[in-house]
């Protein structure tokens, strides 16, 4: 079975500051990562994706993750951070298809507030 | 580019009704997944179906059904409901084997009064 814990609930943080969600998992088996971005009432976007190769991710809006096997870690970060990045970000695992059937695992999700 | 989409968008109902959510995934894609998302909670993984066949089933209660239908397109059916089940329904859409990309529809905020 697969876990998903993410470190802060809530990360609050002013505009232009740069900003880092971190994620860390547990899995018994090799696991495909993501990060998911939900804005108010709205459903969830895919930001970026971890399934091989680089370990260097980059996604929409600017963000970037990078997956640290050792640390089973896939903490996402992006360098300046804009009001309209304030929305709820969750990071998933999922496992391979023919093994668990594909579904996400999601964190406790972390509520990211962005002032001016 | 067609997204997934999710009807009605707003459920309201009552103790002891049923309610039907439909689901029309991307079209090609043959993977269909509900999650539930509770207020201020993470979404669960409730049911999945690839090509037409149940592919793998979470945390759903007898109360709760769903299939997926030849058009591909999916229903979640929900009976005796509770107060509990006040939610967000997600679905997702897949092009399955292979592709790990799950693509969700705006959800179905069930309210059970």
């Known amino acids: 079975a697969q876990s998903v814990t993410q470190l802060d609930s809530q990360v609050p943080v002013f505009e232009e500051a740069p900003v880092e969600l971190r994620c860390n998992y547990s899995?018994?088996?090799?696991?495909?990562l993501f990060w998911y971005v939900q804005y108010p009432n709205q459903g969830l976007q895919l930001l970026l994706k971890y399934l091989s190769g680089s370990t260097l991710v980059k996604g929409i809006n600017g963000f970037e993750a990078e997956f640290n096997k050792s640390q089973t870690s896939f903490h996402l970060r992006k360098p300046s951070v804009h009001i309209s990045d304030t929305a709820e970000y969750f990071c998933a695992v999922s496992a391979p298809i023919y093994n668990q059937g594909g579904k996400l695992i999601f964190g406790q999700g972390t509520e990211l507030s962005v002032k001016p | 580019a067609a997204g997934v989409i999710q009807s009605p968008r707003h459920l309201i109902k009552e103790k002891r009704e049923t309610a039907t959510l439909k689901c029309y995934p991307i079209p090609r894609h043959d993977t269909v997944y509900w999650y539930q998302q509770g207020p201020g909670q993470d979404p669960q993984f409730l049911i999945s179906?690839?090509?037409?066949?149940?592919?793998d089933k979470g945390s759903i209660p007898d109360r709760f059904s769903a299939q997926q239908f030849s058009d591909y397109h999916s229903e979640l059916n929900m009976s005796s409901l509770e107060l509990g089940d006040s939610a967000l329904y997600f679905c997702?859409?897949?092009?399955?084997?292979?592709?790990?990309?799950?693509?969700f529809g705006p959800g179905t905020r069930l309210t059970v009064t």
């Open positions: 899995s018994s088996v090799s696991v495909y």
């Open positions: 179906f690839y090509e037409k066949m149940q592919s």
């Open positions: 997702a859409s897949s092009l399955g084997s292979g592709h790990y990309e799950q693509y």
